[in-house]
């Protein structure tokens, strides 16, 4: 049967900061005709990613922002359910760009991949299998070149990249300190993610704590907040530091940009280095780290948690709700259809 | 002859920035007798750094501050007048810590090299075939990674490392812009030390000159000032571009920290990254520079400005005159013995 309506959440309006509920309108569409060369995939599952701030931004940025009226964009999984397109046939599935509506039709450069891993979930292609994943791979093994014995920091440590970057760091043998907010997420760094130390934020006090933890200083910092619990951490580098910046949750807005304490002394005397990356540049890359991650997936070395709600009406909210960090896990939303 | 006198420039408080005059003292000591394995150095020239800032102070550093009343920590340069080292003879010429003083006794262990450079002059050691020339060398080469064709933007341009890292980058095939403070800076940095382009800091509006003189962004910064002129160059960086972290000049004190911009959405958005470093570990590599660096300056090809004044009683207020940017070229004093 053809599907006849394709629910779509539109970009209605342009946030200055944390996209908000009345920045997207729902609206009702009709599922468009394949022409040659062309997939239609029912999406099952809609990603939701702090990035897509940064999506939805007229502030400078890595892509051109989502147009007033346009399907916000995101990562999506689902099923193909017609094809004229050679490389996809009737029944796979894949993940990739095909943003927050029910159907999507592709000519294939919006798909990220084939999703093969048919023994595990398919929502986990949006996760710790997915560009999370991924992200926490290449962010950490890259950039922050952990060494056996490195203290490894990471900020948002119990989140979808946080989380994976801790366990990661782990496995390479680091010693790994998370900072998170609140004691029910701290219990998560420690049981679930088997971090060795987790430093509430909200509880204050991060640089004393931290300290007082390591006192030989933090090796790799891994970031995706900017702002205080950045500025507690970079005073306490290691000789030979490498701060990873993955994402600025912390900051509501970079227009104009806000100041800091300025980092150059420490990057000094502690010869360390601050990196910024993009996980796009690393597509050639992909399978490598997904190979890798599923297989500590399944053999239970890397963990995750999913917090999957139902219904496409979620989405215009998601977004402020993960910067509330509200959620535990990563957040997805389930399409009935 | 065997010297009676050793004067001496000791540090007698502590300054919370700038070292000023007062800081200081001019004290006649006697000169040491020699132990065994010792040498005795009558110091030709002293140097003077804007490193020494950092060396004075008691905020956390590389190195712990010279005490109150010991010499002033320094680059010297001079000849061996008396020897029980089986290292050393009568009449080597060496580089090393010596400090500001007449006369030093070393076991050799502060002494940084022998000067085998007999055909060129002895000064230079403590400049373009010193300290600054190696960290300029350094700086650049294995932290800036230059690559032909790149934008090169050095801060402290007509400086004695700034000089240096802009015809290094020249020699490497890069574009090089500096920026400086004055019209007679300007036209150092064009006429002598052959930038393609120099930005004049002191009439403002450096970020717009800036983008107009460099529309494809900044591969390459070299910083030593942490401050305005950083601001100006971080917001156009180029994708992957390599800020190298080298000195804080422009920041008056670090204590407290001062803030800036963050940097954080600059590096990210653009996978840039941000390097700081100290020259001292290269130490074990500083030969490779300066046979180099020699080469270069014997053919030409390394331009060097010197400011070489009189007399012991211009150490104290030297650093400050530094910092004030008052001198032109590389700022070494002369002892008369």
Chains 1, 2 share one sequence.
């Not at 599907?3 to 599922?31: C, D, M, T, Y």
């Not at 390591?214 to 005073?235: E, L, Q």
Request: aromatic share 6%.
């Amino acid at each position: 049967m053809t599907p006849q309506i394709n629910r779509q959440v539109r970009l209605k309006s342009r946030p200055s900061g944390v996209p908000q509920p009345e920045h997207f309108e729902i609206v009702a569409a009709p599922v468009p005709v394949l022409s040659e060369r062309q997939v239609l995939v029912r999406n099952e599952y809609l990603s939701v990613e702090p990035a897509m701030r940064g999506w939805v931004s007229a502030v400078a940025n890595y892509s051109n922002p989502v147009g007033i009226g346009e399907v916000m964009r995101s990562f999506s999984a689902g099923t193909v359910i017609a094809s004229s397109h050679p490389g996809f046939a009737e029944g796979d599935q894949v993940m990739g760009m095909l943003g927050w509506q029910d159907y999507a039709v592709s000519d294939g450069s919006n798909i990220v991949r084939k999703v093969r891993e048919s023994d595990l979930p398919l929502s986990l292609s949006l996760g710790v299998l997915g560009l999370n994943g991924i992200t926490a791979y290449f962010g950490l093994l890259d950039l922050g070149k952990p060494r056996p014995g490195d203290t490894v920091v990471v900020s948002t440590a119990a989140a979808a990249v946080g989380s994976a970057v801790g366990q990661i760091a782990k496995l390479m043998g680091c010693r790994t300190v998370g900072i998170t907010g609140g004691a029910e997420k701290v219990k998560l760094c420690i049981d679930e993610f088997r971090y060795d130390a987790a430093i509430d934020y909200k509880a204050g006090n991060i640089a004393g704590r931290l300290a007082a933890d390591s006192p030989r200083g933090v090796d790799v910092y891994y970031d995706n907040t900017a702002a205080a619990i950045s500025d507690a951490v970079m005073i306490q580098l290691a000789l030979g530091a490498r701060a990873v910046i993955c994402g600025t949750a912390s900051i509501s807005s970079w227009d104009p940009p806000p100041s800091g304490p300025r980092v150059e002394l420490h990057l000094l005397v502690k010869r360390a280095r601050m990196s910024g990356f993009i996980i796009f540049d690393y597509q050639h890359r992909y399978e490598e780290a997904i190979a890798r991650l599923a297989a500590w997936v399944r053999d239970g070395s890397l963990r995750y948690r999913e917090d999957i709600v139902d219904g496409i009406e979620d989405c215009p909210g998601a977004i402020a709700e993960l910067y509330r960090g509200e959620n535990l896990g990563k957040r997805v939303i389930r399409l009935r259809h």
